[in-house]
């Protein structure tokens, strides 16, 4: 256990750098998932259609290719940009944190339209209904009906949304963003001992994972609190 | 910047290359997760709580930490044991490719049997009680009345998983071995077309999942026969 | 040991049945006898379905004694079984086998659990099945069934026992055919409604139990 003392803090950052990846890409992916919803559910078939191909291809791609991609196809293209202004750059990088925080929101993002879609869906009629009758105007019935309502529905599988998103930050350590695996490759090649280094980095995500569940299974609680005997 | 079509059509055959390899994985990873989600299931539904804590436990780990890491530890730590490389798995163990079955079955067979616990659960338990009352033994209701339905409704879930073990597969590439995605990886280094090949090879993807899709639409309909009052 | 032949084939003595604090059985006493068929009236609430699950161990009675046909219920898997293997009984969803059909929904019991054979389960089920007409739906599934159809089926997955139990609710339609079944078969009978059931088997023998706690 000596063989991981002087890398606990190098680890702690490496955790640190996980929740900035999990916060940044939990609201990008609420973004794109309410987006996708809305588009799904919109009168529009053009909104439709794009919303119906953007779930289709993420959903039917390996995340690692998309976090690949959007490095290195973006990389592409800022260098290109930039090499009509400045001829003798060679390369443009774009940071990996917010290539891979993007890309798993993307992915995660397509998920989160079916289940935000759903949710709306299963938004009761009547209280809609209550809402028009009582005279709330169009934006007030979604902010205060559709959208509470519709939070709570999603609760469940949001939750493993989120889990998916603290998982896939793994992917990113592929394009060098310096989290936990980074650090363990680094203590790997000073002491020897794969095994141990990557056992606590499975440790810290698990950790992470344990919190987000919790968080869920309050949020769950803290929803229910005026359902339970309604019924 | 332009769109290199000739570059997709020369480097599509040498990525497809790869789909054995990919193949191999998702039906090997498949069926051996299948059979490690069945074991866990019957554990956690024992009512015995040295079968059902441990299962939990499993189930908890290895669906609370990525599958990036499972591989690593396994083909990157494992061979840290003196154990491990004198024992009788060290020549699966010391190929990539035996640890990435490994990985992939470990990993889905504890979502798998998550998603065969929540068919067993949603058996009507009227039906079982009709069963229990016509005199069936526990073992019997088991076997002709949960397993069918079960089996039923844990489909769409399952489908989904299958799909997700053929996304996990790419993740072989990062420990060396040549499947579509390592093949494209080592295509875009060489060729500094990351658009091209990228793009043309999650299309290959995406049709492998249509696919899926379609062959588990045909085995629910066929399972899902008594379901239609036609 | 002569075994008198008016013995109850239903003997409760003294049953209670709670559910944590609360009481949903209090001393019920109750015989019903070969050839007889006891309805069993009730607010809903009252326990009739508490009482009739007792019987065949759906639920297990607090305190008190329980004999069917000679077998004492107790916890043992054995005796229970000997229980279950003389009552039938029809629930108020009916819980038909939704993914076999009729005609297996009616011999699977026979085979697993008297190992009666394959064939003559069939003959057996199929007899069932015209006794309560509905021979034609033999093939089908469950849910290609009308309501009361499937209470027909339901019916004759509890022919063949000497002792019926019904809990909760049977159609008019349906009705007929407990005569044409389970009045034929002898044995006994008890059925647990919430409604009385009027003008459809002209015979009956009613005894009305209001329990209250």
Redesign the interface.
Known sequence: MDVLAGWWDDYFWGAVVVGKVFFCSLALMIIFGLLGAMAKLSNSRLAQKIAGAYT??F????????V??LY??SA??LT?IAQVFNPEIKFVDVPPFWAGTIAISIIVGSYATETFRGAFLGVHPGSIEAARALGMSDLQTFVYVRIPEMWRLALPPFGNHM?SL??????I??IGLNET?FV?KQA?TVT????????V??AI??GF??VV?LFVMGAEKFGERTTVGAK | MSFDLQLIIESLPVMLMGIGITFKLLVISGVLGLLLAICLLLMRISGLWYLNIPAQIYIYVFRGTPILVQIFIVYYGLPQFESVRESIFWPILREPTGCAILALSLNTGAYVSEILRGGVLGVDKGVLEAGSALGMSAHQKFIYITTPIATRLALPAYSNDVISLLKSTALASTITIADMTGIARTIVADTYAPYEIFISLAVVYMIFTFGLQKLFGIIEGYLGQYTKRE | MSIPENRPLIQMQNVNKFFGDFQALKNVNLEVRKGERIVVCGPSGSGKSTMIRCINRLEEHTDGHIVIDGNTLTDKVKDINAVRREVGMVFQNFNLFPHMTIVKNLMIAQQLVRNTSKNDARETAMFYLERVKIPEQAQKYPIQLSGGQQQRVAIARALGRNIRLLDGYISTDASKYLARGWWRQGGANLLSLGRFLAGAEPEKLALNYRKHD
Do not use: C, Q, W
């Open positions: 289709v291809v959903r039917g791609t390996p995340e690692i290719l998309v690949l991609l290195f196809g592409v293209v290109a889990l603290v998982k896939d930050t793994a992917l350590s592929i695996m363990a790997i020897g001992k794969p095994f141990t280094m990557y056992i980095v499975g995500y698990l994972s344990t569940t």
